[in-house]
């Protein structure tokens, strides 16, 4: 099983428990998929692009239950990102983790699969 990770605000992360189903932030809408990354790119992604915030959850999806949406495609650096084509339905969701900061700033990680 291979895991991905999404990074979002508790507040996305609750109207998509309301509504069974998460469509994606802002920057999604605008890109046209949903971001995701790997055990070895989330950390970089939280630095990069949500350095400081706070309120966030950390999504755990079995990526191989998404099916032919995700795609693994070239961004940051030429690595391979998971982008989602489709609604993240909550039942591919494993875990949700609340990813709080620590004292130095940086965002505190539950054990990545």
């Known amino acids: 099983m291979t ?9 996305l992360w609750a109207a998509a428990q309301d509504e069974g189903r998460f469509r994606g932030s802002a ?3 605008s890109d046209g998929f949903i971001h995701f990354s790997t055990a070895d790119q989330v950390r970089e992604t939280a630095a ?11 999504l755990q999806v ?6 032919a949406p ?6 940051r650096g030429g690595a391979l990102f ?3 084509y489709a609604d993240l339905k909550l039942e591919h969701v494993i875990r949700a983790d609340p990813l709080p900061l620590g004292p130095d700033g940086r965002h505190l990680f539950p054990p990545l699969v």
Request: aromatic fraction near 10%; charged fraction near 25%.
């Open 62 to 67: 079995d990526a191989e239950s998404l099916g």
């Open 82 to 84: 998971p982008h989602l």
């Open 27 to 29: 920057v999604d809408f």
């Open 3 to 11: 895991m991905i990770y999404k990074i979002l605000p508790a507040s």
């Open 70 to 75: 995700l795609k693994w495609e070239v961004s």
């Open 48 to 58: 990069k692009h949500f350095a400081g915030e706070r309120d966030l959850v950390l």
